[in-house]
């Protein structure tokens, strides 16, 4: 596969897309269901982008509950969060943050069919190809390069505001400017957004480094359990765990906390492969995949319906956690032989 960025068409399209709504008319924003930092981060900077260009009805929605993880519940422009249930029926433009694939959407899927133009930001390699205009850029490290772009072409100048969102963003999805995607235009991206005068060592200890005492003894009960298979993934390791809602409920904890464990797991030095398997529902599961490198984990994810990107991805299984393991050992098996 090759990796290239937006065709120009693509970036006009998307200028005139916005350019071609109403101050008054509505827009609807959508980001991925269980948002993360770059789903929320990018969509609400982009939101408060075109309410600076005086765009009155700018809706932010994600389906499922609305509940945004602790980290992010402060976010500029949050003001412009509504739950699914409020997102405008018939809006006049849908823009899209950080989704792959339709179903990523959940009820709000419709939205796009229900409104003229849809334009899609994202930067998943596996992204479907949905919507009426695609800012699709696989070598983008987070949704919010994209988001930054197109503000840029609509003529938004940063302010602090949209520069923490687009921070928490790009931060988020590099791993704190760790992972292989952290590129020179990665940290010109950070400079211009630190230069608007935000607080880079307040946002990260806010979004990576701190959490209440039950998730830290929830993460400890949940790291103990861990399983490692040396032999899996043709020799190269994996490493497993999971969680489930009794644990969270044992514990008092939001589900949210459980995304963050995947990183204490990947970190071990044994396995190739690291997986989560986190409780959803009565019989449903999130499963979490990560790579060092050996593996594009995005493959196996894709195989059972989920997607991602080639060293970070997951999927959505049915069954007992010992079966979802399974599955996953025997597909890594069949992958790599
Ligand atoms: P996570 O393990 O939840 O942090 O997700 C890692 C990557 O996999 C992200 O880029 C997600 O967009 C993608 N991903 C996770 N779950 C799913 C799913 N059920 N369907 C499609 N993509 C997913
Ligand atoms: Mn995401
Ligand atoms: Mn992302």
């Given at each position: 596969m090759t990796l290239s960025g937006p065709a120009a068409e693509q970036w006009a399209a998307a200028v005139a897309a916005v350019r071609c709504t109403g101050a008054d008319d509505e827009v609807q924003l959508i980001c991925h269901v269980n948002p993360d930092g770059d789903a929320l981060g990018s969509m609400l900077g982009f939101g408060l982008g075109l309410r600076r260009l005086g765009y009155t009805?700018?809706?932010?929605?994600?389906?499922?509950?609305?509940?945004?993880?602790?980290?992010?519940?402060?976010?500029?422009?949050?003001?412009?969060?509504a739950p699914e249930t409020?997102?405008?029926?018939?809006?006049?433009?849908?823009?899209v943050f950080d989704v792959a694939s339709e179903s990523r959407l959940g009820g709000l899927a419709g939205r796009l069919a229900a409104a003229p133009v849809s334009v899609v930001l994202d930067h998943h390699a596996s992204n479907t190809g949905f919507g009426t205009v695609r800012l699709v850029d696989p070598r983008a490290a987070a949704t919010s390069v994209v988001a930054d772009e197109l503000l840029a072409r609509l003529g938004v100048p940063l302010?602090?505001?949209?520069a923490e969102c687009l921070y928490v963003a790009l931060a988020t999805d590099t791993g704190s400017f760790?992972?292989?995607?952290?590129?020179?235009?990665v940290h010109e991206l950070a400079a211009r957004l630190i230069a608007t005068g935000i607080r880079p060592g307040e946002i990260s200890r806010?979004?990576?480094?701190?959490?209440?005492?039950?998730?830290m003894k929830l993460t400890g009960e949940v790291l103990g359990?861990?399983?490692?298979?040396?032999?899996?993934?043709?020799g190269r390791g994996m490493v497993w765990t999971y969680a489930t809602l009794a644990d969270l409920e044992r514990h008092g904890q939001p589900p949210y906390v459980l995304d963050a464990l995947i990183d204490p797991v990947r970190s071990v030095a044994e396995a190739d492969v690291a997986v989560v398997v986190k409780q959803v529902a009565a019989g449903e599961w999130s499963v979490s995949l990560r790579s060092k490198g050996a593996v594009d984990v995005s493959?196996?994810?894709?195989?059972?319906?989920?997607?991602?990107?080639?060293?970070?991805?997951?999927?959505?299984?049915?069954?007992e956690a010992a079966d979802v393991v399974d599955t996953v050992r025997r597909i890594l098996d069949e992958h790599l032989s």
């Open positions: 009805r700018v809706r932010a929605s994600f389906p499922g509950e609305f509940a945004v993880p602790g980290p992010y519940a402060g976010l500029p422009g949050s003001a412009l969060l409020e997102a405008y029926a018939a809006p006049r433009l849908v823009v302010d602090a505001e949209i760790k992972f292989d995607m952290t590129t020179v235009t806010r979004i990576f480094d701190s959490r209440p005492f039950g998730a359990r861990a399983v490692l298979e040396p032999a899996a993934a043709g493959g196996v994810a894709m195989s059972q319906g989920g997607g991602g990107h080639r060293l970070a991805a997951g999927f959505t299984a049915y069954g």
